[in-house]
C-alpha cells in the first residue's frame, strides 16, 4: 500500500538548535516529493521539491532535504531553526512517470515548535 | 501569484444540511482537489478533478461529491452534513503539466457541524 510516515508528530526546539524532520515513503516507481509547510493562520505553501538530479534540494528560508532513494526517505533539515520556523510541516509524494495525476500522498504533518 | 480562494473561513452547520463549499482559482489550472485536514492524520484527498466536468474519486469520497462546472471553479458538496463531518476543509489547484503540477492551496474552510 502506498504510504508516507512522518516520525516525528511534534517536535520542540529552542532557537538556534538544528532540525531534522524523518519521511519515509512507500510508492511504487519513480516519485516526486515535497515539503509543505503551514504557518499558523496561513496557507498551505511549498517549501521544496525534489523531482530528479541532485538528491539534495534546496527549499525557502534555509530548508533543505535530501532524497535517499535506498532508504526510501526525504527528511528535511535546517542547521539552526528560529521561532518564526514555529509551523506544521508536511511530507508529499506523488508518482513521477507519464500516468502521473498530480494526486499528493501527503504524511501526518509535524508540529513544530520553536522557544525563543 | 497564483491565487486560490475557498468562499469561507468559517462555517456552522446542523447535522443533515446540505453544504456548499467553493474554490475559485486565478491560474488557468487544469487539476484541482478537496482535501480535508484533521489533527494527525494529515491532508486526505477527498475528490479531484483533471478537467471541466470530470472528477475521480480520492481515499475519502464517502459523504461527499464535487461538481466543476467552469475550469476555475471546483465545489465540495455535502450531501447531508454529519458531525464527523467537523474539519478543516482544503482546495489546491495545479496544471497538469507533469513535473511542474505543484499543488497551490487556499486558505481553507474551517466547518463545524453541529
Known amino acids: 500500500a502506498q504510504s508516507v510516515s512522518q516520525h516525528n508528530h511534534h517536535v520542540i526546539l529552542s532557537e538556534a538548535a538544528s532540525l531534522e524532520l524523518g519521511c519515509n515513503y512507500s510508492?511504487?516507481?519513480?516519485?516526486?516529493l515535497f515539503w509543505y509547510v503551514q504557518y499558523p493562520g496561513q496557507h498551505l505553501q511549498l517549501l521544496l521539491k525534489y523531482f530528479s538530479g541532485d538528491p539534495l534540494v534546496k527549499g525557502i528560508k534555509g530548508f533543505e532535504a535530501e532524497f535517499i532513494k535506498s532508504k526510501f526517505s526525504f527528511n528535511l533539515r535546517k542547521p539552526s531553526v528560529q521561532w518564526s520556523d514555529t509551523a506544521e510541516y508536511f511530507c508529499a509524494v506523488n508518482g513521477a512517470g507519464s500516468s502521473n495525476t498530480g494526486k499528493l500522498l501527503f504524511g501526518q504533518g509535524t508540529t513544530l515548535q520553536v522557544k525563543p | 501569484d497564483v491565487k486560490v480562494t475557498q468562499s469561507s473561513r468559517y462555517l456552522v452547520k446542523r447535522t443533515g444540511e446540505k453544504v456548499f463549499l467553493e474554490c475559485v482559482q486565478d491560474m488557468d489550472h487544469e487539476n484541482m482537489f478537496w482535501y480535508r485536514q484533521d489533527p494527525g492524520l494529515g491532508l486526505r484527498l477527498i475528490y479531484f478533478?483533471?478537467?471541466?466536468?470530470?472528477?475521480e474519486k480520492g481515499d475519502i469520497p464517502e459523504g461527499y461529491s464535487v461538481s466543476r462546472e467552469k475550469k476555475e471553479r471546483f465545489s465540495l458538496i455535502l450531501e447531508s452534513a454529519s458531525t464527523n463531518q467537523t474539519s478543516m476543509y482544503l482546495c489546491?489547484?495545479?496544471?497538469?503539466?507533469?513535473?511542474?503540477?505543484?499543488?497551490?492551496f487556499g486558505a481553507g474552510t474551517r466547518l463545524s457541524v453541529l
Open positions: 478533478s483533471y478537467d471541466v466536468k470530470m472528477k
Open positions: 510508492y511504487g516507481g519513480t516519485v516526486n
Open positions: 489546491a489547484s495545479s496544471p497538469a503539466v507533469p513535473r511542474k503540477n505543484i499543488q497551490y
